[in-house]
């Protein structure tokens, strides 16, 4: 699992920070988290293909948070896309994702599939689980977590000692398929170990400090938290339905993650060291992301 920060700046780019958007490399595919205005352009300075993403999770609909989608969605017809692209987003998003299929003069050559989402599980396959939870924004905002899904471990002397022998029949048990061993079913429950937990990754989109927050994300191994004020801008951040440094590492410190990346960071911050030293003084594993910043994502002993 990897980190691509393709945006880190909040509702102005500047000449070193676009707007927001992360991509996820996991599972053998590109997930996008917000699509910014000039995101298939950073896409493409790092040379990786929009044509490669099939799943893209818009936090709100601010635009600095999804007018990246009319120019990339043009882009991949232009080149001839054929599998469908799913969009994410809360209330609002389906009457937006048709305004931008209806977007100018252009042949629209796969299929578009938006939904409405707000709490919960959204996507579940065989490899992670995607879920949703609202938080405070000036409009209805979406936080996402991407939780992997890790098979119990395999009890290879408890299958051998019920007499079984390595081969075919640990891979089924592995998989949760019972075999038969002299006429008697043995169960993978009989020979696994107890349910382990992947890793979670955890994006706030736009928000102020919520206990909704500091729930969902619990145990995760990144959060990813908007800090757009340093802390001294606190009663600004408030007003504009955000986040200061110290705020976005009291979420983390109460959640009990393993590490913080701050990212969606004012114009007004040139030295993002300064950003991280005070919230480093609440939460010790912080990062400020930068644009094009590649962050791998580790597995924590829980």
């Given amino acids: 699992m990897e980190l691509i920060f393709l945006g880190t700046s909040s509702a ?8 927001p958007s992360i991509a996820l490399k996991a599972f053998g595919e590109v997930m996008l988290f917000d699509c910014g205005e000039g995101t298939q352009r950073q896409m493409a300075r790092i040379k ?12 709100h609909l601010h635009g600095d948070h999804f007018l990246g989608l009319p120019g990339m969605i043009q882009s991949m017809a232009f080149r001839g896309r054929k599998e469908p692209l799913h969009i994410y987003g809360p209330e609002g998003t389906i009457k937006t994702v048709q305004a931008i299929k209806d977007l100018g003069y252009y042949a629209l050559s796969f299929p578009i599939h938006a939904y409405e989402v707000r709490e919960g599980v959204i996507l579940e396959t065989d490899n992670y ?16 977590s991407v939780e992997e899904k890790r098979s119990p471990k395999f009890l ?11 081969g075919p029949d640990f891979g089924k048990l592995q998989n ?22 992947g890793r979670k990754i955890v994006y706030s989109g736009d928000t102020i400090p919520c206990q909704e927050l500091v729930k969902f994300a619990s145990n995760a191994d990144v959060l990813i938290h908007e800090s757009t004020y340093e802390s001294s801008q606190e009663k600004k951040a408030l007003e504009n339905g955000h986040s200061t440094t ?3 590492a009291e979420i983390a410190k109460k959640a009990k993650v393993f590490e913080l990346i ?14 991280r030293k005070e919230a480093s003084q ?21």
């Fill in 12 to 19: 102005l780019p500047t000449t070193k920070r676009n707007h």
């Fill in 48 to 59: 990786l293909s929009p044509m490669k993403v099939d799943h893209i999770y818009l936090t």
């Fill in 129 to 144: 689980v995607i879920e949703c939870c609202p938080t405070h924004h000036s409009v209805l905002n979406l936080a996402y």
């Fill in 156 to 166: 290879r002397e408890k299958a051998i000692a019920l007499g079984l022998k390595p």
């Fill in 176 to 197: 949760g398929i019972p075999v038969e061993l002299n006429g008697e079913l043995i169960l993978p429950e009989q020979v696994l170990g107890e349910k382990r937990r």
């Fill in 246 to 248: 110290t705020q976005a």
């Fill in 262 to 275: 701050l990212t969606h960071i004012s114009t007004r911050y040139k030295n993002s060291g300064d950003l």
């Fill in 282 to 302: 609440v939460f010790r594993e912080v990062t400020v992301a930068e644009d094009f910043m590649t962050i791998p994502v580790e597995r924590h002993n829980r």
